[in-house]
């Protein structure tokens, strides 16, 4: 792919550490290889890496919005995400982001719904929205989400709301959608039972795949501008594979990450400064716990390889965690993000209680979180505890898509410096073993 | 205080783990000294470990039952509680918890609204939930809870929407009531207004205090049974004053969080198995990131001491972080917290996906989250990964109080052995000096 030195629009990254950040050689050399097989219009997704260009995927995203014009109508109120893991938490952090976070997106006219773990309360929490406020197959779609196809969880959720819903709509079957690997179990169950069909690239793993049919066509149903989301991603992944290393964001953080985790740093604190990004930190959580956390190197020897993700949320955590991350031990390597917001209401200075916090009155909210965050970045200086300081000018589709790019370009470099597998879990097998043998046996 | 050798009724807790778990002569002569000092039926609250008796103080469930009545009524809505850290986050979880997490809640008469952080979104979406759904002042109360009086965040969060709300409602002063100490700027700013005011025991910090008016007045207004919620305290206080180490599990827990530290252990992963009590678990993470996260030690000495609470929730992060628990690096002590719960769906033999995961169907919810959470524990041990189990027969009122009394006392042991302050947040002051100079500066 050709150089393009084009900066990612609007999102800045500042580094506030003396953490050895020059570019080891073997990270050098995979960009340059990966921007050789990366390309943009390109739908090869032959290896693992390959899930990058899908922001660029026009392939892609021709079938996810036939797809979604199939089964979008005025009518339609909610959209029912049964997934876990990759299968949700990309669409979610997209979706909590742009409508608001808690409380947030009334003003939906399509709502999304998830459904992730396996608990009986959250199944009737589902069930209650579903019988009081969908009277017909065509106000809701379900989207089942599972790349295997046999992930115990969404397919043992779907079980148990299907046949509650078949008896309440006799043509139910044509109001659900698998998104699947082609071929799976599911697949073929899917198609025999008259149920939509959306494939993701065999290759691309959970973690990687909200830019895939798993993120776009949930997204775009509840009304998104899957476009300009794409748009944040597309401009980020020239910036990722670019070799010229002040503008490569990824390479800088990914060498940052490393160099902190060498230098005792056992944990990554994403610390969010909007409310409404608490999701996107439960997304990258997974994204780099699971592509860093590794029990062997690619050579099999055992490493115990990783660095433990946290999520904060600004200010909130100042009166819950800042004690600890200023007083206690030495073992965290932080980024702040905040993002501009538009609205910015101000505090009247003839309004009450006035005279109970100094400095407030007459002060925007944004002036206030501002001065918030810089005492605590002085705070952090005065400590020597390492950070970083990410800032997008905006909570908005591109500048989300962006974000998301970038985070995964990290972590596929993180792994490369680290020498092991970003795109496998071979852990995860360990307690499904049992669990299996436990299932059968009664 | 008499000893009782009852056990709390229905929460057990099973040590899976070869830790040394000896209790430290220096905690047993501390339980003694406490035991002597914290009394059942008792209004002193001199030292901070008196919030223990919390649970059982008739007198101050008298004066919130009183303030209760006045403001509740069949046409109240919402309670709008404003507060940040612990004046929100016990009272949060409990209502998580019995509500039932995310989407649940729907059926209260009277529902809870948080605001905490400083968040234009998160205000937008509270003023568009009361411009929407609130038409009359006594379908809504205010709720404003700073023990200080001067919190940053919950005051300019009060004063916004006071602003508008006093144009919508001549009478809103007469829906306010502060929660604050006796005597402190809101207090006398709040009674000047007409505020309703109620008080916090001066020297029970917002982390040990749900069980004082701070969360007993929004939670019975929201028609929570709070005696329940205070029985199950109450029978805790029981157990965790007790000199018989079998029967007193917080010098149990203390212990073995004590002796993990020691080994080498920088975190203590929280893990749920009921997703409602993910809220719980960002109450747990704040009593402990607080107490034990200290610069210096009882003695003044810099010792950077802590432990990092992290929460994770079953089965949903086993698709997120478990191949880093398993795979990745050894530092980390877990307590499993699982719950039995009522309803308990079973999946349909005859069915659709019947075929699609082996050994579910048939079964209901609850036996396949067992043999999961089974498995779970089974890899951990085969990993030699420490841990424990705590388990509760239900989430109620009760289980839920019994739950909370003992982390509080498990944290106040913790940092008896570790010699540092269970009590005060002295570091928090290092980004508030910026803030306060950044904010009068301009």
Redesign the interface.
């Given at each position: 792919m050709p150089q393009n030195n084009a900066m990612p629009k609007g999102l800045s990254f500042t580094t506030h550490h003396d953490l050895p950040v020059e570019i080891h050689d073997n990270l050098r050399a995979y960009v340059s290889e990966l921007s050789e097989v990366v390309e943009e219009k390109s739908d090869d997704y032959s290896t693992p890496p390959h899930a990058l260009q899908l922001p660029a995927d026009a392939h892609i995203m021709e079938e996810v919005a036939i797809a979604a014009k199939r089964y979008s109508s005025p009518h339609l109120k909610y959209v029912l995400v049964i997934g876990?893991?990759?299968s949700y938490?990309g669409t979610k952090a997209v979706y909590d982001a742009l409508v608001?976070?808690?409380?947030?997106g009334?003003?939906q006219r399509t709502k999304l719904?998830f459904l992730?773990?396996?608990?009986?309360?959250?199944?009737?929490?589902?069930n209650?929205?579903l019988a009081?406020e969908v009277h017909s197959s065509n106000e809701l779609l379900i989207n089942l989400i599972s790349k295997s196809?046999?992930?115990?969880?969404p397919?043992?959720n779907?079980?148990?709301l299907?046949?509650d819903l078949s008896k309440r709509f006799s043509d139910i079957a044509t109001r659900v959608v698998c998104t699947t690997d082609v071929g799976s179990?599911?697949w073929i169950?899917g198609a025999r039972?008259g149920f939509g069909l959306l494939s993701v690239p065999t290759h691309v793993g959970?973690r990687y795949s909200v830019f895939s049919s798993v993120g776009l066509f949930p997204l775009l149903l509840a009304g998104v501008d899957v476009d300009g989301f794409r748009e944040g991603g597309k401009d980020m992944l020239q910036a990722v594979l670019s070799l010229d290393e002040k503008k490569n964001y990824a390479v800088r953080s990914a060498q940052e990450m490393f160099s902190a985790l060498s230098l005792g740093c056992?944990?990554f604190n994403i610390f969010h400064f909007?409310?409404?990004l608490e999701s996107l930190g439960?997304w990258e959580?997974?994204l780099i716990?699971?592509s860093?956390?590794?029990?062997?190197d690619l050579s099999g020897k055992v490493v115990?390889?990783?660095i433990?993700p946290?999520v904060s949320?600004?200010?909130?955590d100042?009166?819950?965690?800042?004690?600890?991350?200023?007083?206690?031990?030495?073992?965290?390597f932080t980024m702040f993000v905040r993002a501009e917001?538009p609205?910015?209401?101000r505090?009247?200075p003839r309004?009450?209680?006035?005279?109970?916090?100094?400095?407030?009155?007459g002060?925007t909210?944004?002036?206030?979180?501002?001065?918030?965050l810089?005492?605590?970045m002085?705070?952090y200086e005065?400590?020597h505890l390492p950070f970083s300081e990410a800032r997008l000018p905006e909570?908005s589709n591109y500048s989300i898509g962006l974000y998301m790019e970038w985070r995964m370009a990290t972590v596929i470099y993180l792994a490369k410096l680290m020498n092991v597998n970003a795109f496998d879990?071979?852990?995860?097998e360990?307690?499904?073993?049992?669990?299996?043998e436990?299932?059968?046996a009664?």
């Open positions: 876990i893991g990759g938490l608001g976070g808690e409380y947030g009334s003003a719904l992730e773990t396996f608990s009986p309360q959250a199944l009737e929490n589902v209650r929205i009081t196809g046999t992930t115990t969880e397919i043992a779907f079980q148990l299907y046949g179990a599911l169950e039972l959970g056992s944990m909007n409310p409404e439960k959580r997974q716990a699971e860093i956390g590794k029990e062997k115990y390889a990783g433990t946290i949320i600004g200010s909130s100042l009166h819950s965690m800042v004690q600890l991350y200023l007083g206690g031990p030495r073992d965290k917001v609205t910015d209401p505090i009247d309004g009450v209680c006035g005279t109970l916090v100094e400095g407030t009155t002060k909210s944004s002036e206030i979180m501002e001065a918030i810089s005492g605590v002085h705070a005065k400590h909570i879990q071979p852990n995860v360990d307690y499904k073993k049992k669990t299996r436990l299932l059968l009664h």
